[in-house]
């Protein structure tokens, strides 16, 4: 399986940690990189454009929490969604929200899953694995 | 109130007097008709005897002056003179027998030329009476009589009468039936004779000239033109009659009949009218009332009249029938009179009584009028002020003379205020309706209130609107109570939009540290499971399994949250399909408690938020479950029935049950009672759903006899 690479928005360290080993339960070789809210996630996007960056090297997977400070998921999921470069990157949103209202709002913005966080790491880690090989799967699909 | 209004007494009074009147006035011309009618009848009476009287006194005149003139024919004398000096006249030298010729003549030319004469004859004294000349009509023939054919009369009564007269003196006989040697000459004729004495140059009765008339020619005389109301009788001397109604008794003394007027009626009352004799009579045979009048013919000529009676007489009933005839113009006239004064009588009642009752309800408006805390103007379409009531000049703080010529203009300050209710007006005149309108208004103490005003068009007639009149009403209080309402309102939406925010921040705050002690426990079993000792294994499965308790209460408490603030839709569904929907979801705890489920009358169709009823359920089993009577597995009875407008699901269980004292405290939220592992919400979900479709939860239970809830909800749309 190849390793992928990616990034995570989560402002609670613990949960930050969390996915971080449920992500590595999946695949220890996975690059993860963490930002503690959306505007970081996006800064960080923005600077891979600037450098005019290979496609292939571009991130394969975004994992947004809702509840944010500065800028919260919701929010960067749109950016992310708007932006031809980066559009096309399956974003997955992780939140402790079952609020309908929210999945609704991902949903419509472009969100590619939505998984509530549950209080089991093992159903946590399975879920995380479970949506990661759909997207690897469909990332490696044969090009036309 | 109105001195013109007719009570229903004064109607009534009116009424009967009108009838009283109307009925005197009948009675009283009634009476003024049959006098009327009687003096018009004795006067006609009256008058018709008279005029029959002259008839027969001329007649009578005109056969006398006959007499006289055949009588002082020279004839006549040239006879006498003759037969006194041997047949020849010596004065004229005429032979007796040219006299006798010449008066043949004379008398035949007469009978010819006068209708009415029969005979005429001059009689000598000389040889028993004999007649010397007799000329006389036979039917239409009229012959001199032949000097053999001449009789001898001395016997008869009329040359017994004619012979004692003086010269110049007449002898008029009775009217009677003719007769021929002594009989009646059938058919019979009236007849009356007129004789004159003749006598000779010594002043010796010599004879007589007599005339026989046809007395019929003067009784049919009579007779015709008679009205036909009056009957007409003629009486001889001895009340006999010579002319009667009944047509028999004429001349009926001829015949040996006896009766006569005297004998056969009785003065009832005689009175004088116009100076003939007004009598009332009656016949005594047929006991017929008759008013009459008498007229004696009284003769002027010295002459031996035999007295005649004219009766005019009118039978009662026909004078009652005029009267009844003319009565009855009068009473058609009257009663007329009287109908049309009782319907003006009605009509002005009518009338009046409408007047009343409209002035009763002006006065009545006028009382709410000038009593109203409102103030009511009404101007017309240039804003001049036409009514007030007594608030309207206290608001305005104007005195009446000021308002009687007042503009609107005058009143209302504020220029925002006057454009709008000018507008306002202008509007019911053109289109007849207007919206209320709220301005701010000065009032007399110069602080600003608050008016509402509604405009109303004040129609003449059916579609022209005179005036508008404006209500101004003071809604300050209520204004500043609506204000500070929705101020209020507004300050508890936002609170509860806060504590919506609150509950999905707190729910979401605690969730986010359960995830991370959860999953931390996790990763610690994980990991280090084997190198725990019993104790701290046991303490982390602690840490987990309470862990689960506040997920399951937090998921609740936004169940909670979220049905209190969702909007009802709702759809229909089969209760069966609920039922199964939650057993599914408890399907686990199901299988462990063994409980079993007996359902009644699962096909009904419920109009219901089926997603909200299966919670319901849910809640309603699981609590069955939990609250089980140990080592009993729970029987679940659910039964569904409708109830009027209500649709009823009962769901029994033969659990432990809940003391009555409790019953109200369950449903509230986090009350738990102090057995079993419930979240202290799920009752409080069912209250909420129920009272979210208009419906409500019951329960019947008693400790240790299991608990009865009842769902009631309304099916509005059925």
């Given at each position: 399986m190849k390793p992928l690479k990616i990034l995570v928005a989560e402002d609670n360290d613990d949960h930050a940690e969390m996915i971080v080993e449920a992500l590595e339960v999946y695949n220890p070789e996975n690059t993860i990189n963490r930002f503690s809210n959306g505007e970081q996630l996006i800064a960080h996007l923005e600077t891979l454009q600037r450098q005019n960056i290979e496609k292939h090297l571009l991130p394969n997977l975004i994992l947004l929490d809702i509840?944010?400070?500065?800028?919260?998921g919701l929010e960067a999921l749109q950016l992310i969604k708007q932006n031809v470069t980066f559009k096309h990157i399956p974003v997955m949103m992780v939140s402790t929200s079952e609020n309908a209202l929210d999945i609704e709002q991902s949903y419509k913005n472009g969100a590619n899953s939505y998984i509530v966080k549950p209080f089991d790491f093992t159903e946590f880690a399975q879920k995380i694995c479970d949506v990661n090989r759909f997207w690897a799967d469909i990332s490696e699909l044969p090009k036309a | 109130m109105n001195r013109f209004h007719l009570s229903k007494l004064g109607y009534i009074v009116g009424c009967l007097l009108i009838l009283t009147l109307g009925l005197g006035t009948l009675w009283y011309s009634y009476l003024v008709v049959s006098k009327q009618v009687e003096n018009e009848t004795n006067t006609s009476l009256a008058l018709q005897s008279k005029l029959k009287g002259a008839t027969i006194e001329q007649t009578l005149l005109s056969s006398i002056r006959h007499t006289r003139f055949i009588y002082a024919t020279p004839p006549v004398d040239g006879i006498v003179r003759a037969l006194q000096h041997k047949d020849i006249d010596?004065?004229?030298?005429?032979?007796y027998a040219l006299w006798v010729k010449r008066l043949k003549t004379i008398f035949l030319a007469y009978v010819k030329n006068t209708p009415d004469i029969v005979q005429i004859r001059f009689i000598g004294k000389a040889n028993n009476g004999r007649e010397l000349v007799r000329v006389h009509r036979h039917g239409d023939k009229i012959e001199v009589v032949p000097d053999d054919k001449l009789q001898q009369k001395n016997q008869r009564d009329y040359f017994q009468n004619v012979q004692s007269l003086p010269a110049d003196q007449l002898y008029i006989s009775e009217i009677s039936l003719n007769r021929e040697y002594g009989e009646i000459e059938q058919p019979p004729w009236p007849t009356y004779r007129i004789a004159q004495p003749v006598f000779d140059a010594?002043?010796?009765?010599?004879g007589l000239v007599i005339i026989n008339f046809n007395a019929q020619l003067l009784l049919d005389k009579l007779t015709?033109?008679?009205?036909?109301?009056l009957e007409l009788f003629l009486l001889n001397n001895q009340g006999q009659?010579?002319?009667?109604?009944?047509?028999?008794?004429?001349?009926?003394f001829e015949y040996g009949?006896?009766?006569n007027w005297h004998d056969d009626t009785q003065a009832i009352v005689s009175s004088q009218v116009d100076n003939a004799k007004s009598h009332t009579i009656?016949?005594?045979?047929?006991?017929t009332v008759f008013n009459i009048s008498q007229h004696l013919v009284n003769m002027t000529v010295t002459s031996h009249v035999p007295p005649l009676t004219v009766i005019t007489a009118i039978n009662h009933q026909q004078m009652n029938q005029q009267i009844r005839q003319r009565y009855g113009t009068s009473v058609v006239f009257n009663v007329g009179l009287i109908l049309l004064a009782l319907v003006l009588l009605t009509l002005y009642r009518l009338y009046s009584h409408a007047t009343f009752l409209r002035l009763k309800v002006q006065a009545e408006f006028e009382a709410i009028f000038q009593g109203s805390n409102d103030v009511i103007i009404s101007l017309d379409t240039h804003g001049k002020i036409h009514s007030w009531n007594h608030a309207a000049l206290t608001f305005f703080s104007v005195s009446e003379d000021t308002m009687e010529n007042a503009n609107i203009d005058q009143l209302v300050q504020h220029p925002q205020a006057l454009t709008a209710i000018k507008q306002q007006i202008s509007t019911i005149f053109s289109q007849h309706s207007s919206e209320s309108l709220e301005v701010h208004l000065s009032s007399n103490h110069q602080t600003t209130r608050v008016m509402s005003i509604a405009f109303a068009p004040v129609y003449?007639?059916?579609?022209?609107?005179?005036s508008v009149s404006a209500i101004f009403r003071d809604v300050t209080d209520a204004s500043l109570l609506r204000q500070s309402l929705l101020d209020s309102n507004k300050k508890l939406e936002s609170r509860n939009d806060e504590m919506q925010a609150f509950v999905y921040t707190v729910s979401h705050d605690l969730k986010s540290p359960l995830v991370t002690i959860g999953g931390f426990a996790d990763r610690i079993l994980d990991s280090a499971g084997d190198k725990l000792d019993e104790k701290n294994k046991h303490r982390l499965d602690r840490i987990r399994i309470n862990v689960d308790h506040m997920a399951k209460l937090l998921g609740e408490l936004l169940d909670l949250a979220r049905i209190v603030k969702q909007k009802l839709k709702t759809d229909t569904c089969q209760l069966k399909t609920c039922i199964e929907k939650a057993q599914q979801s408890l399907n686990q705890s199901i299988v462990d408690s063994k409980a079993s489920f007996e359902i009644t009358n699962g096909d009904q169709q419920i109009q219901v938020n089926s997603q909200l009823l299966v919670q319901c359920l849910q809640n309603l089993f699981s609590n069955a479950i939990n609250y089980a009577v140990v080592n009993t597995p729970p029987i679940i009875k659910i039964n569904c029935f409708q109830k009027d407008d209500l649709l009823c699901i009962e769901i029994a269980d033969n659990g432990m049950g809940i003391d009555p004292k409790h019953h109200d405290k369950i449903?509230?939220?986090?009350?738990?009672?102090?057995?079993?592992?419930?979240?202290?919400?799920g009752l409080a979900i069912v209250k909420t759903i129920m009272e979210k479709h208009q419906g409500w939860v019951e329960l019947k239970s008693a400790k240790g006899q299991g608990s009865t809830f009842t769902l009631c909800i309304p099916q509005l749309n059925q």
């Open positions: 509840k944010m400070p500065i800028m919260d | 010596p004065i004229e030298g005429i032979e010594q002043q010796q009765f010599f015709q033109h008679t009205d036909t109301f009659y010579l002319i009667s109604p009944n047509k028999q008794q004429s001349f009926s009949d006896t009766s009656k016949f005594k045979a047929t006991n003449m007639g059916s579609s022209t609107v005179a449903f509230k939220i986090f009350e738990r009672l102090d057995v079993g592992n419930g979240s202290g919400v």
